[in-house]
């Protein structure tokens, strides 16, 4: 059993609740909705959406044993299309009820998280938040659908700045403001000592993060909980408060998810980007494993994906020559993403070992869906091929000057 525990408080300034919460361990689903404040009916559409996510466990659960089962990129994406699919029925169904009874503009936020096969898997609309602490560090995995934030991200508004904006508790997404939503999707494999955190802005608002990191990494989570409700009424309460905790069973692959996350850290698409973001980015990347003597890249063949090797080693070889030698962190293949090109080389696996795949149209999919973080991965692949391309023109530049014997 999935050990968890949830608790919500009106606050102090408000009559009524307009959050509503869900768990389900036994189908390894967390939600936590909250009705938008100064919209019609609030608690409605909060109870609603939960309601509606509430239908769509099993199906839920159902994509999350088949990933357990089939730890690929396929079955890992279909639980994230069935998460989206779950969150537009939300959005759909509170809308027209908002139509139905007259309630034209209730809305609520929405975080869930589906954990199963140690793996977690999350969708998020608004600004209540989903946090991961990791090794005693609180980690935010999304990114408030807000005003403030987006002002913040433009430089416009510092955070100190946020506190007193008019526009604090304005959102700039939400469940039920049109008849279909996008949700942020997002999954994280589980390492051993993971909790997770899902709560309403009456948390986040008024509580220091290092409060609620201090908080979370109490040992039982129960009085997490409890402690947590007690932190935002000590603030003043101003808001609904909701939290969940929870800790999923970490996944099977340890070691190979901690090289995974170091790979996707430090690799050049992915380097300075936010923990929350890799996390989104993550979706384009398939898990390649590979033995020895195995051929991941044949000369001659057209390329059309980018291989960043995780562990063990390959052998770059063209006819009966050597290349290369290339192990962990090190990558090739990245002219695929740009466009199909012969491939210069063969590439064989010298030990058993994996790699992380982005194949073109994946990428291609991926800016499509996520503009602005999909325009910068590509400027980011830009910059290197321009980089290697000064690199090699000074090669030549530097062999044709040399005198010859």
């Known amino acids: 059993m999935i050990r968890h525990a949830a608790l919500s408080h009106p606050g102090l300034r408000r009559e009524n ?47 999350v044993a088949r990933y357990a089962e089939q730890r690929d990129w396929s079955s890992r994406n279909h639980v994230l299309e069935t998460l989206e699919l779950a969150c537009v029925d939300a959005s759909a169904r509170v809308y027209e009820e908002g139509e139905r009874t007259f309630r034209r ?3 609520t936020t929405l975080v869930v998280a589906v954990v199963g096969g140690g793996s977690a898997f999350f969708a998020h609309v608004g600004d209540s938040r989903i946090y991961l602490i990791r090794d005693g560090v609180i980690r935010q995995l999304t990114e408030d659908h807000s005003v403030v934030n987006e002002l913040i991200r433009d430089g416009k508004l510092t955070a100190e700045g946020a506190l007193r904006s008019q526009y604090r508790n304005v959102i700039t997404r939400a469940v039920g403001l049109s008849p279909t939503i996008r949700p942020d999707l997002l999954s994280a494999e589980i390492l051993p000592g993971d909790r997770l955190l899902l709560c309403s802005d009456g948390l986040s608002d ?18 997490c909980a409890s402690r947590l409700i007690d932190a935002a009424l000590a603030a003043g ?8 905790l929870v800790e999923p069973e970490a996944t099977p692959q340890t070691e ?15 380097r300075d980007l936010p923990f929350s973001i890799r996390l989104r980015v993550s979706r384009i990347c398939e898990e ?7 051929v991941l890249v044949r ?27 290339l192990g962990a962190g090190e990558h090739f293949g990245e002219l695929g993403l740009l466009e199909a090109h012969p491939r210069s080389a063969s590439v ?20 499509e869906r996520e503009p602005a973080l999909g325009n910068a991965l590509l400027w980011r692949l830009l910059a290197t091929l321009g980089q290697r391309l000064q690199a090699a023109n000074s090669l030549a530049v530097r062999a044709t000057a040399e005198p010859t014997a």
């Open 206 to 223: 008024p509580v220091d993060l290092e409060e609620i990191e201090e908080i979370s990494c109490l040992d039982d989570v129960a009085t």
């Open 299 to 325: 000369e001659g063949d057209l390329g059309d994906a980018m291989f960043v090797i995780v562990q063990g080693s390959v052998r770059v070889v063209s006819g009966e020559l050597d290349l290369a030698r």
């Open 348 to 367: 064989v696996g010298e030990s058993w070992g994996s790699a992380i795949v982005v194949r073109r149209n994946q990428l291609t999919d991926f800016c």
């Open 17 to 63: 609740n307009e959050d509503s919460l869900l768990c389900l361990p036994e189908q390894g689903l967390f939600v936590v909705a909250d009705g938008v404040g100064g919209r019609a009916a609030g608690e409605v559409a909060s109870a609603l959406c939960v309601e509606v996510l509430n239908e769509h466990a099993v199906q839920l659960a159902a994509s």
């Open 237 to 244: 309460g101003p808001d609904n408060v909701t939290v969940v």
């Open 105 to 107: 503009g209730m809305t």
């Open 288 to 294: 390649l494993f590979f033995s020895p003597g195995m």
């Open 256 to 270: 190979a998810a901690r090289a995974r996350a170091q790979i996707m850290q430090e690799l050049f698409l992915f």
